[in-house]
């Protein structure tokens, strides 16, 4: 500790250290709040450059007064350049910035000369008027106080303590290790890496970054800087005062003490992508296109997706008039830059005109490893719940960041200044964290198709801090459910510190208490790393226009009796969904088979339609899974079969959309029980079906789908209890037809009132309407 006591001279005796900086070759100690994070956006970015650039020979160091737990989110923030080294608690902890380990032995020499927290905060208990702050905070306490309350018996109290006192700000007072403080340690850590102090550059703005200016190292004190820093260091030839405030007086100090060249054009150079804009006003950035590309006869051909009743119909509608748009997704090719390749094509001259999908050509690896087997291995189990089967890749993820960027970058060549960028799903997880320094001036939101787990669940992910901090880039994050926007910022709370906004309640809308995703109130917005995120519910929507004009078509009604004859006067129970270890297939068939057991009665009288849609090729996850559901089918047919009768019919298949419609419209219950399901379309579906076929149905619906929230008059049942799934069906299965018929109409009015276009309309509003209050007062 002996160097950090020979460095906490007064500004008297401190003579100026000699600088022998070089452009481009140099380490900036800078303070944070007032100034690293304070400026222009040009001049935070042209900061943030200095300190990416390759090769980077200028170094970064944050010197604040923060807790180093509070400083966390900064490091996940694209915005703000990654240190080198962080001096936090005023100079009490010293870690490196990538791996927040100590440097060397000081934090250990600093811990050795503290006496406690409760030692000090029980000597100053007879001072009631400091009221300590509730901060994260090691090595030192701070308090609330004015500088009236520094009395002379406080100081005597805390050099009793053999501790240091440090004011600043006129309200903010640290009580320290003796000989600890900003300038000390910036000092100790020249020493213990090996630079010299006549390379270190300070930055500052408060009476708490005096101690740096006083090793005599050449100094910055931006603009707007506290009155008494300023007057104390005015007349110090080695402190240049400048009139930039935040990063533009960084970068004015740096140019004076000759760190960066004078000369604008030798300026840090941009990105080539930062201030490039196009002329899109809405893009959207979406995994797939929103067309089929095939290939016959060697001809590259696109064709209309398959399902009609997916998001995309909806999306491409916000294009029908005179939106200017994009649409950013991949295009499988040979290579990343196959020769002749159209990186722009019309997606329908005649029905959106001013509407082009953006190409990014992708390797059948980029595909294989960013969203067959990282996303799905590694996000996708922790997304609905399941760590155990969770895998993670270090190269993986490196592969999923490379996409992401290409993303992010060809975003950017779309949007037109000031456009509204809506990003699609958590294969894009990391799109606004490279998008938001290349264009701050875009309106970000996000869109959350799957789940949002809880937050001791998210943070089981490697890469959780790089995740919640590309999110805390966006302008606007929506969910499906309340749920999800509570867990999420259970995930942000405990990754950075949090200001919440208002809550509102979710009742009428929502189950609140009678569903196990149910929450009373939701919150509206959050505050994070300088930043305001705005969230919102907004349960995906289904066609239910397509669906009643489907039904009411001749060949779907045909299709209909003709399911309705097959069964033969027993109750069908239709039973759709994707091969996949969320969606409780097993669970599923296992209590089939324990009603037939407890209720011989429904032998010969009800059968399942259990329709299982095939993974996409190259999920090798799934196939064991396919293989039980195989073997338990088998067996309940075996087990229960008649001459002319079998308990389930099994179709592993993919269905045309109008004979998946035809089957809702044909059987009188849908069990939808998915152990995990951000939302679940089908259920949506099924009422839909059943109410424009002029039919009641029973809804069995797992309390752990999305939907279950919002569909109130669905039988909810709990798919990890094999009672309750075997006595929910018996249920259905013996309903009366009045109270069938009830269910369905309430049903049906929720999925009518808030179908696929209300569910696009209402999201894009709201983002839209992001900030409005603030623009209000400001104006």
């Known amino acids: ?218 100094g910055i004190v931006v603009g707007a800087a506290e009155p008494a820093l300023v007057q104390k260091l005015r007349r110090r030839a080695s402190v240049y005062i400048a009139t930039g405030e935040g990063c533009d007086g960084i970068l004015e100090g740096l140019a004076h003490h000759g760190a960066l060249p004078r000369s604008p054009s030798a300026a840090p150079l941009a990105s080539s992508l930062a201030g490039t804009h196009g002329d899109a006003d809405l893009v959207m950035v979406y995994h797939r296109l929103p067309f089929d590309e095939i290939v016959e006869d060697g001809i590259a051909l696109r064709r209309r997706p398959k399902s009609p009743n997916g998001i995309i119909p909806t999306l491409l509608r916000f294009f029908a008039g005179s939106r200017k748009g994009s649409w950013v997704a991949w295009s499988q090719q040979d290579s990343r830059a196959p020769q002749g390749f159209e990186t722009h094509v019309a997606v329908d001259a005649v029905a959106y005109p001013r509407l082009r999908a953006a190409r990014i050509p992708l390797t059948a690896e980029d595909v294989d490893l960013f969203y067959k087997k990282f996303s799905k291995e590694a996000f996708w189990p922790i997304i609905f719940s399941f760590p155990d089967k969770a895998e993670f890749n270090a190269t993986h993820w490196e592969r999923f960041l490379e996409v992401n960027r290409l993303f992010a970058e060809q975003t950017a060549r779309e949007a037109a200044e000031g456009a509204v960028v809506w990003v699609h799903d958590y294969n894009l997880w990391m799109v606004p964290a490279f998008l938001r320094p290349l264009r701050p001036d875009l309106r970000i939101a996000f869109f959350h198709h799957t789940a949002f787990p809880s937050s001791d669940v998210f943070n089981i992910l490697p890469w959780r801090r790089d995740i919640i901090g590309s999110l805390l880039q966006c302008d606007y994050v929506g969910f499906h459910i309340p749920r999800y926007v509570e867990n999420f910022v259970d995930a942000v709370r405990s990754f950075a510190p949090v200001e919440m906004g208002a809550a509102v309640p979710c009742a009428p809308r929502f189950l609140t208490y009678g569903c196990a995703l149910g929450v009373d109130t939701m919150t509206t917005s959050i505050e994070a790393g300088g930043r305001t995120v705005t969230l919102g519910a907004h349960p995906v929507g289904t066609d239910v226009a397509l669906i009643e004009g489907l039904v009411a078509r001749p060949e779907v009604a045909s299709m209909t009796a003709a399911i309705e004859d097959y069964l033969g006067g027993v109750t069908g129970i239709v039973s759709i969904e994707r091969l996949d270890y969320v969606k409780g297939s097993l669970e599923k068939l296992q209590a089939f088979e324990r009603l037939l057991e407890q ?36 067996r309940i047919n075996g087990r229960f079969s008649t001459l002319d009768w079998v308990p389930v019919r099994y179709f592993y298949r993919s269905l045309p959309f109008d004979e998946v419609i035809a089957h809702y419209a044909a059987c009188g219950v849908a069990w939808i029980t998915p152990l995990r399901d951000g939302l679940n379309l089908v259920a949506k579906e099924y009422v839909a079906a059943r109410k424009a076929a002029g039919k009641s149905g029973v809804l069995i619906l797992s309390e752990f789908a999305g939907a279950a929230v919002e569909l109130h008059g669905a039988l909810l049942t709990n798919p990890y209890d094999a009672n309750a799934m075997t006595a929910t069906l018996h249920q259905a299965l013996t309903m009366g037809e009045e109270e069938r018929s009830y269910r369905t109409a309430r049903m049906a009015m929720i999925a009518t009132e808030h179908d696929v276009t209300r569910w696009g309309d209402d999201f894009l509003a709201a983002v839209m309407n992001t900030g409005l209050d603030d623009e209000r007062e400001a104006a």
């Open 599 to 634: 209720h011989p009665e429904h032998i010969g009288k009800v059968q399942l339609l259990n329709i299982i849609t095939p993974a996409a090729k190259g999920m090798e996850i799934y196939d064991s899974l396919r293989l039980e559901v195989d073997r338990t089918v088998g």
């Open 1 to 218: 500790m002996a160097f950090l006591q020979s460095c906490s001279t007064s500004s008297s005796t401190t003579s100026p250290v000699v600088s022998t900086i070089t452009p481009g070759n140099f380490l900036l100690a800078t303070d944070l709040d007032g100034t690293l994070l304070a400026g222009s956006a040009e001049a935070r970015r042209r900061v943030r450059e200095l300190f990416t650039a390759v090769p980077r020979n200028a170094r970064l160091a944050f010197v604040t007064g923060r807790g180093l737990e509070s400083i966390l989110p900064l490091l996940s923030d694209p915005t703000i350049p990654m240190p080198d080294y962080i001096i936090a608690d005023v100079g009490a902890t010293i870690v490196h910035g990538h791996d927040l380990q100590p440097v060397g032995n000081l934090q250990q020499e600093i811990a050795a000369r503290w006496p406690g927290s409760q030692a000090v905060l029980k000597a100053l208990a007879e001072f009631p008027r400091l009221r300590r702050q509730s901060v994260p905070q090691e090595r030192r306490c701070s308090f609330v106080a004015s500088e009236a309350d520094v009395t002379p018996a406080l100081r005597a109290a805390v050099e009793a303590l053999d501790c240091d006192l440090l004011m600043s700000a006129g309200c903010y007072l640290d009580v320290l290790p003796r000989g600890v403080g900003k300038g000390p340690a910036l000092l100790g850590l020249a020493q213990a890496i090996g630079i010299a102090p006549s390379s270190i550059v300070v930055a500052g703005d408060t009476l708490n970054d005096l101690s740096m200016f006083e090793t005599g190292m050449p």
